[in-house]
């Protein structure tokens, strides 16, 4: 909306001196700082024995975090702490697995910048701020002159000043996000909301806070989540959510035994009743009269594996690949999101905006520099197979495996849980997924290791829902 999401702030380079510092300063460094004990006495040694003079680098901080270790860091002689100006994010952690950080170049840096950086350079070295530091950080001017008429250029370039990335962004959203995600504890985690109108990114939030951009570059099976796909096909070609569906304890598919993940079972009901409560072995029954290729298509229609990755303007992003069947196996266990489907937890946001707004666009997250190749034209979707789909989706939280949010503040509530089994253990483990939408706003939350969908990644959405109204 125009407001600058990181922009220039104070920050204090804490170093030591060692030709100033005693062991015994650095000692009562560490504690100040958050280091373990010996560890910065280490570093002091090793300098001292090779006679380095030069500081050694020990954290840096923000004007509010510095101001209250000052008169600590001050009583230390031998410590330094020059102050300089650098981008920030609203905090320490904010959006920091997408925007990325920004500090002193690295050798591999200037090795792979081919002579735009020299050392004591500073720069975006990871995230956002390090793909588009050449956007942000403009480029120097060259002036060469003979040293008896400096004011005579036998050589020019004028320096080409940074400009701003514009994003879409929401810093209140974000926030919202972060905070829903800091109530799942320290299992990695991830929530991707996106404006319903527009399909434009409104949060794409990580936990842990230091860790990859799993919302954007993730890699996951999708488990029952990709039942919105595979429904959206098979109410195309003639099913109803009246149409009679057995949900039996297990079904054989050439051999391979499929069952249900909570072992539940019904005689024949609705299919909206197998859609509720997630019913695998339905789906199964059903994947027989599918073609090869229609969960692939749906998904696709939907946006999960239509290619906007190559359109976000950051680099490896992951729009889903839910590959054509080769097998009935395969077929089968794609109906229900395991086999070689694969998500990120932006694809499946995109699926249910899809939905909720009835024709697919591509996301978009960078508004200026222009991203090549985006087509954001509104692609139509079948307008009677997506109310049925809406209502499906809105008996999952009244009356299905959903119903954490029944409740949930600000309206109502469409969603789908789902359970994604993963790795070689026996039992397997499980990813944990909840996606829906509420009034404008879509999302899909991740945790990679929990027991349900339901039990686990629907209260974290509950509870964004809820900061969002607050």
């Keep these: 909306d125009g407001a600058p999401i990181v922009a220039e702030g104070n920050v204090y380079d804490v170093a030591i001196d060692p030709g100033r510092a005693s062991a015994k300063t650095v000692a009562a460094l560490e504690p100040i700082v958050g280091d373990p004990a010996g560890f910065l006495g280490a570093k002091y040694s090793a300098a001292k024995a090779s006679g380095s003079k030069a ?15 000052e ?57 956002l701020q390090g793909q588009y530091d050449a956007v942000l950080g403009g480029t ?32 209140t959203i974000q926030t919202a996000a972060e905070s829903a995600l800091a109530t799942g504890g320290t299992v990695p985690s991830s929530l991707v909301a996106i404006d319903v109108a527009t399909g434009d990114l409104l949060a794409v939030a990580n936990s842990p806070s230091n860790g990859m951009n799993r919302a954007l570059q993730g890699q996951y099976q999708p488990g029952s ?78 946006g999960v594996g239509s290619g906007w990755g190559k359109h976000l303007g950051i680099d490896g992003t992951f729009s889903g690949s839910v590959p054509v069947a080769t097998s009935k196996t395969e077929k089968a266990a794609t109906a229900f999101g395991q086999a070689r489907t694969l998500v990120s937890p932006a694809s499946l946001a995109v699926m249910v905006a ?16 222009a991203v090549a190749g985006a087509d954001r034209a509104p692609k139509a979707l079948d307008a009677k197979v997506v109310v049925e789909l809406r209502g499906l989706m809105r008996l999952v939280v009244t009356q299905g495996t959903g119903t954490a949010l029944k409740s949930a503040a600000g309206g109502a509530v469409f969603g789908k849980t789902g359970t994604a089994e993963y790795g070689s253990a026996n039992p397997p483990k499980t990813r944990a997924w909840f996606v829906g939408w509420q009034g404008n706003v879509a999302f899909a939350v991740l945790v990679e290791d929990g027991q349900s969908g339901g039990t686990v990644a629907a209260p974290i959405a509950k509870t964004f829902l809820g900061k969002l109204q607050r």
């Design 55 to 69: 500081a050694i680098p020990v954290i840096t901080y923000r004007e509010t975090d510095f101001r209250t270790r």
């Design 354 to 369: 899809s939905v909720a707004r009835g024709t697919y666009i591509e996301p978009a997250l960078i508004r200026t520099p």
């Design 140 to 171: 120097p001017g060259i002036k060469v002159t003979v040293s008896d008429k400096p004011d005579t250029a036998l050589f020019e370039t004028a320096a080409t000043p940074g400009a701003p990335i514009t994003m879409t962004l929401d810093p």
């Design 225 to 302: 989540t990709l039942k919105v796909a595979t429904t959206y096909s098979l109410l195309g070609k003639g099913l109803t959510p009246s149409t009679p569906v057995t949900c039996p304890p297990f079904v054989m598919v050439d051999g391979r035994k499929m069952t249900n993940y909570e072992n539940e079972t019904f005689a024949s009901a609705p299919f909206s009743k197998d859609f509720a409560l997630s019913c695998n072995t339905a789906f199964v029954q059903l994947a027989a009269t599918m073609g090869d290729a229609d969960v692939h298509d749906a998904a696709a229609a939907l």
């Design 71 to 127: 008169a600590e860091l001050a009583a230390l002689i031998g410590v330094v702490y020059p102050r300089r100006v650098q981008p920030l994010a609203p905090s320490r952690a904010f959006a920091l697995p997408l925007l990325g950080s920004y500090g002193p170049v690295t050798a591999q840096t200037i090795t792979n910048g081919k002579g735009r950086y020299v050392a004591g350079d500073y720069a975006g070295l990871s995230g």
